[in-house]
Each structure stands twice: as structure tokens, then as C-alpha cells.
């Protein structure tokens, strides 16, 4: 599976999409799905790059996370603003990664994507409740492709 089209149809999208704003409806964190099929470069520095090309890095609390996909390449990134990282542990999101490893795995990459979406948000939300007086939707929950 090279085609990043072929990766999801449009229904699955609409239910990632629908994860993203179910998480979001409990954290102030902002999670965005990006997904591309290959890269030559290191898949961190990769994740770290369209982070920024997202402009992932503008939210109020630094508290952005990209959940960079490399189809072809098998391989995915969970990568945590600033304001994340100074305050949760080096282990932080690997209970998410593992969720979605088992996922991907087996194949099942939309349930994957979702469950990974789900427990970022759960995991977010210690650290960054949700604040009825400040929240606004910062970044798009539509999911990005290159
Ligand atoms: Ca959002």
C-alpha cells in the first residue's frame, strides 16, 4: 500500500475527523492527523518539519500534536509541542503509540488512527483540561496529506 488516497476512503476520514473533535471536546490540546506515503528523510525530522508547516507551533499553550503516518514506509510519529513537554513525562505517549502499533499491525489502520486520536485526548487531558472560557478550536481537525 503505497497510495496515500488508497489509505483511507472518505468515510474513515469523516470518523477520524470525528475522534479528533471528540478528543478535543476534553483537552485544550489540539491533535492533527497527517499522512503521506513516503519520505526520504529521518520520519522524526519529517514529523517535525510538517509540524511546523502546519503551523502546528502558533497554539496559546504550545499544546499541539501531530500524528505524522508514512504509509509505504510503515512507520508513524506522535510529536508533542513544547508546552506538552515540559511538563509530562519522556514516556508520555507511548500508551498512545503502542494503541496504534497493535492497530496498524493487524492492519486495521483507520481504528488505529482513531484509538491513537482517543487516547492523546484522554492522555491531554490531565495536563490540559478543557477551559470553557478560553477554548476555541486553534488548528483544523480535518486530516492533512502530502
Ligand atoms: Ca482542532
Known sequence: MSNVEDFLSVQEEQEIIAAIRKAERSTSGEIRVHIEAHTDADHFDRALEVFHLL??????????????????????????????????PNDFWNSTRDIMSKHFRQGNFKQGLIEGVLKAGIELQQHFPWDIDTHEDELPNEISKS
Open 55 to 88: 503551523k502546528m507551533d502558533n497554539t496559546r499553550l504550545q499544546n499541539g500534536v501531530l500524528i505524522y503516518v508514512a504509509v509505504a514506509d510503515k512507520s508513524f510519529v506522535i510529536y508533542g509541542d513544547e508546552g506538552i513537554n515540559n511538563v509530562v
